[in-house]
């Protein structure tokens, strides 16, 4: 099993940054392709980036518009989102998520572990 817990959410101002950190415990997830969705209140979890075991491979969703920078620490066994020009938009709730494998990497079927998540709020 793995366990997969998110931090560093909260309320910011728009333009302002925040920087999630997600833990995780269990079995090991080094090679594992871990991810960062978001849900916003009345909306479907959404796709925000994903990095693969090694970290040689990022993905990012399209509405990102580069303002988000994925990484890990398989070291610390640590997966981050640095969040930039954060607009009100952006605010959700927060998950990380975790998988041997996938296909396309976009879709939430597709992760077996997932954190509770950590809300972020942006205030214009």
């Known amino acids: 099993q793995v366990q997969l817990v998110e931090s560093g959410g909260g309320l910011v101002q728009a333009g302002g940054s925040l920087r999630l950190s997600c833990a995780a415990s269990?079995?090991?997830?080094?090679?594992?392709?871990m991810a960062w969705f978001r849900q916003a209140p009345g909306k479907e979890r959404e796709f925000a980036a994903a990095?693969?075991?090694?970290?040689?491979?990022?993905y990012y969703a399209n509405s990102l518009n580069g303002r988000f920078t994925i990484s890990r620490d398989n070291a610390k066994i640590a997966l981050y989102l640095q969040m930039n020009n954060l607009k009100p938009e952006d605010t959700a709730v927060y998950y990380c998520?975790?998988?041997?494998?996938?296909?396309?990497?976009?879709?939430?079927?597709?992760?077996?572990?997932w954190g509770q998540g950590t809300p972020v709020t942006v205030s214009s």
């Open positions: 990095i693969s075991g090694r970290g040689g491979n990022r």
């Open positions: 269990g079995r090991t997830v080094s090679n594992y392709v």
């Open positions: 998520a975790a998988a041997p494998t996938v296909l396309d990497g976009r879709l939430p079927s597709e992760y077996d572990y």
